[in-house]
């Protein structure tokens, strides 16, 4: 097509139980250069909140119960306006801005369709890596007899469609067949790596993994820029990042300030949290946290304030009340008042962690080098290494911080989980980050030092 010919196109989304994505796909193709496109999702019965994180985007909705990849696509197509049909999947994330432009302005005449690239995260899997990186080059191609096509990140003219829809039939590879019918007629197909997306995981199913690791570290080597290659990020600035502060009664008063003001300070000093909620059992708590700039809605039932109530339970309470009023984080942040002596910048660090290497959650941690044991039974048992010199050891006990700054899916928190199966951890370097204002000692050292702490704090990081 030529530059002066602005088609509308339609983006096809298929979904199911993409929750964990589709808020970072969805970003990305609004974020688009080109002006005139429509977005149609066609959901197979999610049991998830991926229909509710949908509707936050202008977006239409077509649900379908017995799902065949074919039979989605057509259905969808049908409920579309555009003169070009775009195919994405609700897991691959656009690369950058100019991705739908680069696909639509390949469609000339005698073009069937155009498949773009498809490129690994960083935390994909050596052997997905290898199957993204060794099916989808850096070249441009162009295909007369190949019936290679992938409709996870495609487009093709509606005209096309019209004389060659979709296999409503077949279980799997629905664009090869049709693929291989339009060639078939006389037309060609584009590949083109500049329409990229980000694929999490690979297209082969190869369990492989020491065979692809060879592999991927062969391709690394050969090409100095294969870091741009290998694996991208999601931003977690794409992401609606709500910070969690639960808190029983009132705040206590430390150095000076209410106990709060430090917790909500780190959390609004945050460039990845977008919401700061406070989830309290005391109006007085709540109306203070408001005039702090916090969010805190409701206040919650007294019975969750009760000494047996774990705070995964109080997260889950919090979770159902922000969602139930429309508010619907992809990443949730806990951070209890108790933690006065946060480092300016440990919150920014985990959330980029945990996007980076794609864990359900990470957890803050404080290295234990001294000798540890814990009762199994009647017995002591040693958890650490002996007393050697810590250079020595080969392994560490780490003491988790929970409430500095867990970074979680909201998906665990509803289960009544702080932490899903996939955890990493980040070690907190500070001594002081562990201390908690808990118990009369606890607060009562904290309100010694921590004005001069944190004073301390503000300080460096204006120096440095």
Known sequence: MTSSEIPLVSVIVRTKN??????ACLGAVFRQTYPDFEVIVVDNGSTDRTLERVAQFDVQVVNIDQFLPGRALNLGIRESKGEVIVCLSGHCVPVDTNWLKHLVENLEDGIAGVYGRQEPLSFSSDGDKRDLLTVFGLDRKIHVNDYFFHNANSAIP?????????????????????????LGLGYKII???????????????????????N????????????????????????????????????????????????TLERAFESKYITDVLVSTDNPETAELAESLGAWAPFIRPAQLSEDYVSVSEVLRYSIEMVEGLGVLPDLVVLMQETYPFRPRGCIDSMVEKLVREGLDSLVPVRAEHRLAWFNHGEEARQLAEGAMPRRYKDSSVYVGLLGLGCVTHPAFLREGEILGPNVGIQEVDDAL???????ASGVEFVDQVIARWWAKDVSDTSVS
Not at 232 to 243: E, N, P, Q, T, V
Request: glycine share 6%; net charge negative.
């Open 18 to 23: 993409e929750e964990k994505w589709i808020t």
């Open 215 to 262: 592999i991927v570290r062969i391709l690394e080597s050969m090409n100095e820029s294969s870091a741009r290659t290998i694996g991208g990020d999601i931003d977690a600035r794409d992401l609606r990042i709500m910070a969690i502060v639960p808190l029983r009664g009132a705040s206590r008063q430390c150095g000076g300030r209410q106990l709060i003001e430090y």
């Open 433 to 439: 980050a562990s201390v908690e204002a808990r118990g």
């Open 191 to 213: 590949y083109e790596p500049l329409a990229s997306v980000y694929h999490y995981h690979g297209i082969n199913h190869n369990h492989d993994e020491e065979r692809a690791r």
């Open 158 to 182: 509606r005209s096309v469609w019209e004389e060659v829809p979709f296999d409503e039939d077949v279980t799997n590879i629905e664009d090869r067949v049709w693929a291989k019918e339009v």
